[in-house]
């Protein structure tokens, strides 16, 4: 029997190898959110150095796996033992091994929801393509909310694969037809785009950045253009509600941004999953 067929035929140990996988991919997503906007910082500065003709700076590599992770307040390299996902920052008591300085908890509660992800795509789809399909979206939906949250940034380097993704997927007709994964893509970007020129326009303001465009063509391509709705409607409520209570919270005024990113991965990944079922449910309630 092969590793396919014996998955296939034992869902038990497939959701515990798929929450496994999910606690190692959520450990590389911590690196991934810390370091990539980084990363794309120190592209920035070259680029524009190289654009104003000035001597390039020479600094040590800098990526997704080197230099090897330290503690960043007494520089400790992290060893193999102090990785392991979440088991090490319960063994260690959520401080460093050499300094004892706390680890924020957010290390292992990324690690956590990596693997609840993962055993959610697993439990809801089975073992198949579309689960392996679906746990990749996630961990970039979740990856880029983080971002976001922290940096107000959707990179490129993240949507559009995942975008490329989705009609990819799709042309398998893994989720929607391709047709339909297309012109998602198509109308996603556009109506975020239109919603820009059109609040510029009359404010002279910007209320968005480019990347929520892709992010919502990003859905579009994956769950179709009929999705977009109800993805515009749940993000739209839950970042108004949220977001107010986040201002009150946290003291700030009514015109500090807020990452719309996070509210769309949310309502783009509820939607993908249930938008039938919700739009059903809601036409017959309201009729």
Request: some cysteine.
């Amino acid at each position: 029997m092969n590793v396919w067929d014996f998955f296939a035929s034992q869902p038990l140990a497939y959701l515990i190898a798929a929450s496994v996988l999910g606690l190692i991919v959520g450990s590389f997503l911590n690196v991934l959110v810390h370091r990539l906007p980084l990363m794309l910082d120190r592209q920035w500065r070259a680029e524009a150095r190289e654009a104003l003709e000035l001597p390039a700076q020479s600094s040590p590599r800098f990526d997704l796996f080197l230099p090897a992770s330290r503690c960043p307040h007494c520089e400790h390299q992290i060893r193999a033992w102090e990785n392991i996902p979440v088991i090490s920052y319960l063994c260690l008591r959520g401080r460093c091994a050499s300094c004892k300085a706390p680890i924020s908890p957010r290390y292992p509660l990324v690690e956590l929801t990596s693997a609840g992800l993962a055993l959610f795509a697993a439990w809801h789809f089975g073992f198949s393509a579309s689960a392996a399909a679906f746990m990749l979206l996630s961990w970039g939906l979740l990856s880029m909310s983080l971002i976001d949250i922290e940096h107000q940034l959707l990179p490129d380097a993240l949507v559009l694969p995942l975008l490329w993704l989705g009609l990819i997927v799709n042309a398998f007709g893994l989720f929607v037809p391709l047709e339909e994964a297309l012109w998602g893509a198509v109308f996603g970007y556009l109506s975020l785009w239109s919603v820009y020129w059109l609040f510029k326009l009359i404010t002279g303001k910007e209320g968005m950045g480019y990347g929520d465009f892709k992010l919502l063509a990003l859905l579009g391509a994956w769950g179709g253009w009929q999705v977009l709705p109800l993805v515009l409607l749940l993000s739209s409520l839950v970042g108004a509600l949220l977001g107010l209570v986040l201002l009150r919270m946290r003291g700030q005024q009514a015109g500090t941004p807020i990452p719309f990113g996070p509210y769309l991965a949310i309502a783009g990944w509820i939607a993908l999953l249930w938008g039938g079922q919700i739009t059903t449910s809601y036409l017959q309630f309201g009729f």
